[in-house]
T-cell receptor, first 115, second 113 residues
Framework: AQKVTQAQTEISVVEKEDVTLDCVYE???????LFWYKQPPSGELVFLIR??????QNEISGRYSWNFQKSTSSFNFTITASQVVDSAVYFC????????????FGSGTQLTVLP | NAGVTQTPKFRVLKTGQSMTLLCAQD?????MYWYRQDPGMGLRLIHY???????AKGEVPDGYNVSRLKKQNFLLGLESAAPSQTSVYFC????????????FGDGTRLSIL
């Protein structure tokens, strides 16, 4: 069965600090997909990134970067020079190669960026 | 540019009452999902549908029923609401291929007294 673990329940940083959110996953599939979603205080879920299991290339998008390592089953998310607007709950999710691509979510990390 | 729309946004029920949550998407997506979000537990899949007229159980289906009579709509029903069903409910939709992200509605906050 698939499982996603986000061990960091809450993180607080001061604005402009870098912060890394950890995500560890378990799956028996060789083909799977990993996602990060952001849930700001307003409550909606915002898609940030997806990664295929056969593509270990790291990705950078502005202040966001993602480090995917199959060897350690991790898909970590780093925010560089954090801003107050980054305050949100961040979810890591996994989808196996089943017929409906159901997402299994981690329990989320509450990030608070202090001014 | 509606995307996924959930109705209602808030609802308070008494134990034993029934209600239906409506999810509508205008992206012509094949797949639709219902999740519930509880504190400290992330989102858990209740039911899903891979196409019009089809539904399947997810991780936590007990106490819920669903229907997908039209491609754009996915209904979640509570036949006899229980306090344990107090939660925030999210609907999502997606489209093949398999690596496409799910698009979520804004959620429905449901309280069962």
């Amino acid at each position: 069965a698939q499982k996603v673990t986000q061990a960091q329940t809450e993180i607080s940083v001061v604005e402009k600090e870098d912060v890394t959110l950890d995500c560890v996953y378990e799956t028996r599939d060789t083909t799977y997909y990993l996602f990060w979603y952001k849930q700001p205080p307003s409550g909606e879920l915002v898609f940030l990134i997806r990664r295929n299991s056969f593509d270990e290339q790291n990705e950078i998008s502005g202040r966001y970067s993602w480090n995917f390592q199959k060897s350690t089953s991790s898909f970590n998310f780093t925010i560089t020079a954090s801003q107050v607007v980054d305050s949100a709950v961040y979810f890591c999710a996994l989808s196996e190669s089943g017929s409906a691509r159901q997402l299994t979510f981690g329990s989320g990390t509450q990030l608070t960026v202090l001014p | 540019n509606a995307g996924v729309t959930q109705t209602p946004k808030f609802r308070v029920l008494k134990t034993g009452q029934s209600m239906t949550l409506l999810c509508a998407q205008d992206m012509n997506h094949e797949y639709m999902y219902w999740y519930r979000q509880d504190p400290g537990m992330g989102l858990r899949l209740i039911h899903y549908s891979v196409g019009e007229g089809t539904t399947a159980k997810g991780e936590v289906p007990d106490g819920y029923n669903v229907s997908r009579l039209k491609k754009q709509n996915f209904l979640l029903g509570l036949e006899s609401a229980a306090p344990s069903q107090t939660s925030v409910y999210f609907c999502a939709s997606s489209q093949p291929p398999r690596n496409q992200p799910q698009h979520f509605g804004d959620g429905t906050r449901l309280s069962i007294l």
